[in-house]
């Protein structure tokens, strides 16, 4: 059970990535083949596609945070020294865990007003909520790998290792 959840907590992202990609690929490939041969779309497979793609996004957002991959300045971390580098990297994970939270707290507020009110998809005519729930699923992805980030940091500096940088664009 272990091995399952840390393969989990190692790829889960990746997973759902790939999951909402494939299907982004397949629905367009096969609209398109539609389109081309018979003269004629379903509207469905553009709001599919468009769902699955938002949810991409955010799930590729919460992936990014967990590798550090998302784009930042390192002009700052580059001048201080190194043992200083795991403090800089919580200040920033801290900052970005308000920000998620405070976003948190603002998407649910649009979901509870798709559940009032009922409010559906333009086409499938399913509840709006499964849509728009990408936004605050995306963020509680973020908040939990920024709080493994911190974690993470925290355990670098007690050890005196060097702090995870992440992905580098470029290397030095």
Known sequence: MK???KTLDDNAERYLMLACYTFCCAVIIQDVARRYLLNYSAGWSQET??????????????SAVK???H???????????????GYVYIFSEL????????ALRYTMHSIAQDWQFGNST??????????????????????IRTLQAVSRDIAAIRNGLPAYRGKAMFEE
């Open 3 to 5: 091995r399952v959840l």
């Open 49 to 62: 596609a468009q769902y699955a793609f938002i949810y991409l996004g955010w799930i590729g957002a919460a």
């Open 67 to 69: 590798e550090r991959a």
């Open 71 to 85: 784009i930042r300045f390192d002009i700052l971390l580059n001048r201080l020294p190194p043992h200083l580098h």
């Open 95 to 102: 900052a970005t865990l308000v920000f998620a939270l405070i």
């Open 122 to 143: 333009d086409v499938l005519r399913v509840s709006r909520i499964w849509a728009e729930a990408a936004v605050p699923i995306g963020f509680c992805l973020i908040v």
